[in-house]
């Protein structure tokens, strides 16, 4: 699958829907906000055993099919700047070779084969070499963090002034009768979206997991 060839580039805040939160927002100490939320990834679960997909695979997928509708999505505070870009990409962290953490970054595709072929060659390829895969010259990079060997009950991200990206976490899924469900905690800054976009996000994202075949 090939990568995008489109630039991110900077836009005119004061022209854009965001105009009133850059300026609310971009110089507030804490401009993140963090919604918790559990969802039922039964249906993911399920997919995963039936077709022997990964659950983060499927996970990541979801996040960004849920997130492509948003518009919101498609900018970001960088610096003083707000940049607009016209591809979505998921942030995965792989366990390398060296039994360290790396990072990597698969451009979104609303195929799920080619999205899993995609995920599977490029960890594949950061664990083995232990370098970073960036696509975010390129693309909004949704990050995430995977904490699989605990169960987690909340998680609250940084405020770093460098990522300002949305960032979720998730441990552990949880069997509750014949269901499974698990916590995620999502980050957004704020010039980037309001708590309604946020919500709408998180109802996309539960919509996708439980429609996934």
Not at 135 to 155: F, R
Not at 168 to 175: C, D, E, H, L, V
Not at 199 to 211: H, K, P, T
Request: with cysteine.
């Amino acid at each position: 699958m090939e990568e995008a060839k489109t630039m991110a580039r900077e836009v005119n805040y004061k022209e854009t829907s965001r105009a009133k939160a850059f300026e609310l927002w971009m110089k507030a100490p804490n401009p993140m906000v963090t919604f918790f939320k559990t969802l039922n990834v039964s249906n993911l679960v399920k997919t995963s055993k039936k077709k022997k997909l990964k659950f983060n695979m499927l996970l990541d997928y979801c996040i960004g099919k849920a997130a492509v509708s948003i518009k919101e999505f498609y900018i970001l505070p960088v610096g003083n700047q707000l940049m607009q870009y016209d591809t979505i990409a998921i942030n995965t962290i792989v366990k390398n070779k060296e039994n360290e953490v790396s990072s990597c970054d698969i451009l979104y595709a609303d195929n799920l084969d080619a999205f899993n072929q995609e995920y599977l060659k490029s960890t594949k390829e950061v664990a083995e070499t232990c370098q970073d895969r960036d696509l975010s010259e390129n693309s909004m990079v949704i990050g995430t963090s995977a904490i699989i060997n605990t169960e987690i009950d909340g998680a609250v991200g940084m405020n770093s002034g460098i990522f300002n990206n949305p960032f979720i976490i998730w441990g552990k899924y949880r069997k509750k009768l014949f269901r499974y469900y698990l916590p995620i905690f999502f980050q957004f800054h704020h010039t980037q979206m309001d708590g309604a976009h946020a919500g709408q996000f998180l109802e996309n994202l539960q919509n996708e997991i439980n429609c996934l075949k």
